[in-house]
């Protein structure tokens, strides 16, 4: 089984040029010298720091950097957007597409985030693609539905191929940002069954091999316990990820497994 093991840092909107520049570089050096398995680690950044932080980890072979959007046509009169050819251009592997702050502050749907990642997707980016219930839908028993739904109505098109060069991310909304976190049985829960739906829409292999990250207020305390579960790859890590030490000790909590 070729399942990488990732840990993704959503810095969302924070840091300035020179504190980012500050938190790569502790947090490179930390984690090189105190993990000691093979993790794919990925810091996504504001747009600002994309450039010159690839260019800083350039010869690092397992840290790379994501941007947290892309816009989804090709180019042109998008005011303030960016494509995803100009994120490659700097080098970038990776993008996050789905985040739910995206789907609720900006009105992103599953329509529109389909065209995101097969932009994503032409221009050679990794899409680190994000769904999760809200409160609502777990306590009315949704959650599954609308996970399937998420994973249907956006990636459903793509075909063999292009699904393997997907992440998935589970995160449920009501754990993001919030301190509270889905338990390591409801994680694993969610993770089989998204499993299952790619393996019924896909295959049993492509299931496998993919890589889905757990994301809601993962901490240096809980890292380990859900990174222990059968189907947790990882994770996309927000408040936690600002913090040299904590990042950290979430990729180390892994030496441990
Ligand atoms: C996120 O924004 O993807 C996230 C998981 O945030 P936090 O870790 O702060 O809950």
Known sequence: MSRKKIVAG?????????TGLELISEAVYMIKDELHREVTTVFATPYIHLSSIQKLIATESNFH??????????AGAYTGEISAEMIKSVGVEYVIIGHSERREYQHEDSKLLAKKVDIALENKLI????????????ETEKHFSTVQSQLEESLFHLTNDQIKNIVLAYEPVWAIGTGKTASPEQAQEMH????????AKFSEEIAEDMSILYGGSCNPTNAKSLF????????LIGGASLKSRDFTDIHIAFNEL
């Open 228 to 235: 222990s579960q059968k189907d947790i790859d990882g994770g």
């Open 127 to 138: 899409p680190i693609f994000c769904i999760g219930e809200k409160l609502e839908e777990r």
């Open 10 to 18: 959503n810095w969302k909107m924070n840091k300035d040029y020179l």
């Open 192 to 199: 089989a069954f998204i499993r299952s739906v790619m393996a």
């Open 65 to 74: 950097v994501a941007a947290q959007n892309c816009h989804h046509e090709k």
